[in-house]
């Protein structure tokens, strides 16, 4: 799997786009946030003032209630004490006789970030990690779809100072995007201005330029648009920007959706219409994050408005994202699901307990008929919560495994598979909230209770397979072609 690395400041930072794939809400913090403080007591005006005659025995009462529950409060800090395990006792006599006698100041933030980094990196898998205030904060305003930066990821694996530094994405509706830079094009030279623009090297000295880069200040980046093609100069600033998810295109048509708050379903030049049979359309969906639902479902909208019959969806380098975003999107595809709300997968957890994350409807039939064609465009990079869409619509029968066509990375084709969930978990009732997110499911498909962690869908089931490429839509012309589907 190529490795995909986000630059600091101008991109998600995921060390691939692999390890999303969290419930909703953080079920456990729901609990908490109703906890976080205490119910408001309401002032009753009619209660009568006390007499002045009984203040002595007012003030030894409140006396006495702080005496209670002084002596409640240290017995009970006696009783957690005798509860606590030695080896946690041992770490807290550690700290105190490190803090006292070591030679060098050691301060809290010191000794626990080494522990906290013990958890991220020794303890837990890949997925898990704690999170701190800042970082929790940063987590769920990202989750929103919000975002600091230019907006773009790079593959950072073999990079060739000749040819540049591959953008494997560009996010949608960034700086970066409404500048004109595109996904699958190369970062070739860099400056604050036309006249100080430098060749790239390396990718840590660009990194570094980078995260020296103001907010709202133009730079300037030299891209091409492929190995071949010309190059050319464009100026971006990073800002904040809410990420689209959802791109739709036909052979007339093609939308994205734009706007403050990527709301805005937005015609995209001809340059981006596909050579595709009139009767079909095309939606890429890069994530299950932010505002994904709501645009997949106007793009559904856009694809019944212009009548069409068979769709392509794009999953290509989805690493997944939301479950609640995933049930809403698959509201759209559980053909021979019963009732409204079919179940669009199945969490299992240690204890033997099972989950079930239902659809929110069941429109099928509202935006498909009994012949219409689906099918699937998935890649190495395609995970978690796209792997369970893929699933669900293989369970009910909106699409077969014939109609999927896998990326051959060098690897046959398959997609990553991660068939494991993750919850995140407040540590921290009041003020500053830190967390810790784990690894707490297993997932499985909706019928076969199929689950594809370290498996993942692979040509052997029966897939169609095209060549890798990173030459614009040079890979999806060719799975169109493979599918049947091109014009």
Same mark, same amino acid.
């Given at each position: 799997?190529?490795?995909?690395?986000?630059?600091?400041?101008?991109?998600?930072?995921?060390?691939?786009?692999?390890?999303?794939?969290?419930?909703?809400?953080?079920?456990?913090?729901?609990e908490q946030e109703k906890s976080d403080l205490p119910a408001p007591r309401p002032e009753n005006p009619t209660m009568p003032a006390p007499k002045k005659r009984k203040t002595g025995k007012?003030?030894?009462?409140?006396?006495?209630?702080?005496?209670?529950?002084?002596?409640?409060?240290?017995?009970?800090?006696l009783v957690h004490k005798s509860t606590l395990d030695d080896d946690l006792l041992t770490i807290a006599k550690l700290k105190n006789t490190i803090q006292k006698y070591y030679y060098q100041?050691?301060?809290?933030?010191?000794?626990?970030?080494?522990?906290?980094?013990?958890?991220?990196?020794?303890?837990?898998?890949?997925?898990?990690?704690?999170?701190?205030?800042?970082?929790?904060?940063?987590?769920?305003?990202?989750?929103?779809?919000?975002?600091?930066?230019?907006?773009?990821?790079?593959?950072?694996?073999?990079?060739?100072?000749?040819?540049?530094?591959?953008?494997?994405?560009?996010?949608?509706?960034?700086?970066?995007?409404?500048?004109?830079?595109?996904?699958?094009?190369?970062?070739?030279?860099?400056? +604050?201005?036309?006249?100080? *623009?430098?060749?790239? =090297?390396? $990718?840590?000295?660009?990194?570094? %330029?980078?995260?020296? !880069? &103001?907010?709202?200040?133009?730079?300037?980046?030299?891209?091409?648009?492929?190995?071949?093609?010309?190059?050319?100069?464009?100026?971006?600033?990073?800002?904040?920007?809410?990420?689209?998810?959802?791109?739709?295109?036909?052979?007339?048509?093609?939308?994205?959706?734009?706007?403050?708050?990527?709301?805005?379903?937005?015609?995209?030049?001809? +340059?981006?219409?596909?050579? *595709?049979?009139?009767? =079909?359309? $095309?939606?890429?969906?890069?994530? %299950?994050?932010?505002? !994904? &639902?709501?645009?997949?479902?106007?793009?559904?909208?856009?694809?019944?408005?212009?009548?069409?019959?068979?769709?392509?969806?794009?999953?290509?380098?989805?690493?997944?994202?939301?479950?609640?975003?995933?049930?809403?999107?698959?509201?759209?595809?559980?053909?021979?699901?019963?009732?409204?709300?079919?179940?669009?997968?199945?969490?299992?957890?240690?204890?033997?307990?099972?989950?079930?994350?239902?659809?929110?409807?069941?429109?099928?039939?509202?935006?498909?008929?009994?012949?219409?064609?689906?099918?699937?465009?998935?890649?190495?990079?395609?995970?978690?919560?796209?792997?369970?869409?893929?699933?669900?619509?293989?369970?009910?029968?909106?699409?077969?495994?014939?109609?999927?066509?896998?990326?051959?990375?060098?690897?046959?084709?398959?997609?990553?598979?991660?068939?494991?969930?993750?919850?995140?978990?407040?540590?921290?009732?009041?003020?500053?909230?830190?967390?810790?997110?784990?690894?707490?499911?297993?997932?499985?498909?909706?019928?076969?209770?199929?689950?594809?962690?370290?498996?993942?869908?692979?040509?052997?089931?029966?897939?169609?397979?095209?060549?890798?490429?990173?030459?614009?839509?040079?890979?999806?012309?060719?799975?169109?072609a493979a599918l049947g589907l091109n014009a």
């Amino acid at each position: 799997m190529a490795e995909e690395q986000p630059v600091e400041n101008i991109a998600k930072e995921e060390t691939d786009l692999n390890d999303v794939f969290e419930p909703v809400d953080f079920p456990a913090q729901k609990e908490q946030e109703k906890s976080d403080l205490p119910a408001p007591r309401p002032e009753n005006p009619t209660m009568p003032a006390p007499k002045k005659r009984k203040t002595g025995k007012i003030v030894l009462s409140v006396l006495g209630g702080v005496l209670i529950a002084a002596s409640s409060f240290f017995a009970g800090m006696l009783v957690h004490k005798s509860t606590l395990d030695d080896d946690l006792l041992t770490i807290a006599k550690l700290k105190n006789t490190i803090q006292k006698y070591y030679y060098q100041e050691i301060s809290d933030d010191e000794f626990y970030s080494v522990l906290y980094r013990a958890v991220n990196d020794g303890l837990l898998d890949d997925y898990s990690h704690y999170l701190p205030a800042e970082e929790l904060a940063k987590e769920m305003k990202e989750s929103q779809g919000g975002y600091v930066g230019f907006g773009l990821t790079f593959y950072t694996t073999a990079v060739t100072p000749d040819k540049g530094l591959y953008i494997a994405r560009v996010s949608g509706n960034s700086p970066a995007e409404r500048a004109g830079i595109r996904s699958r094009s190369y970062l070739t030279g860099y400056g +604050e201005t036309e006249q100080s *623009i430098e060749p790239f =090297t390396t $990718y840590e000295k660009f990194s570094q %330029f980078c995260e020296n !880069a &103001a907010v709202g200040k133009e730079v300037v980046l030299e891209v091409k648009d492929g190995e071949s093609a010309p190059k050319r100069t464009v100026k971006v600033a990073r800002g904040e920007y809410v990420e689209n998810y959802v791109y739709y295109r036909a052979a007339t048509t093609a939308y994205s959706f734009a706007g403050e708050t990527a709301e805005e379903l937005t015609p995209l030049s001809n +340059e981006y219409y596909l050579p *595709i049979a009139q009767d =079909t359309a $095309y939606i890429e969906l890069t994530s %299950f994050n932010g505002g !994904a &639902a709501e645009q997949f479902g106007v793009a559904m909208e856009q694809f019944r408005v212009e009548g069409k019959k068979n769709l392509v969806l794009d999953l290509r380098s989805n690493g997944g994202g939301y479950m609640d975003i995933l049930c809403g999107i698959a509201s759209y595809f559980c053909k021979s699901g019963k009732g409204m709300n079919p179940t669009v997968a199945i969490a299992k957890y240690r204890d033997g307990r099972e989950e079930r994350f239902t659809a929110h409807r069941n429109d099928y039939g509202e935006y498909f008929a009994t012949d219409s064609r689906i099918c699937v465009l998935a890649d190495q990079n395609t995970a978690s919560a796209s792997e369970c869409l893929i699933g669900a619509m293989i369970d009910y029968g909106a699409c077969a495994y014939a109609d999927v066509c896998l990326t051959d990375s060098g690897n046959g084709g398959k997609t990553f598979g991660k068939g494991i969930m993750q919850s995140t978990y407040y540590l921290t009732l009041v003020g500053e909230k830190d967390a810790v997110t784990l690894t707490s499911a297993t997932v499985h498909w909706p019928v076969s209770k199929n689950c594809i962690h370290g498996r993942g869908v692979l040509v052997a089931d029966g897939t169609k397979t095209v060549a890798y490429s990173i030459e614009g839509d040079q890979e999806l012309l060719a799975a169109l072609a493979a599918l049947g589907l091109n014009a």
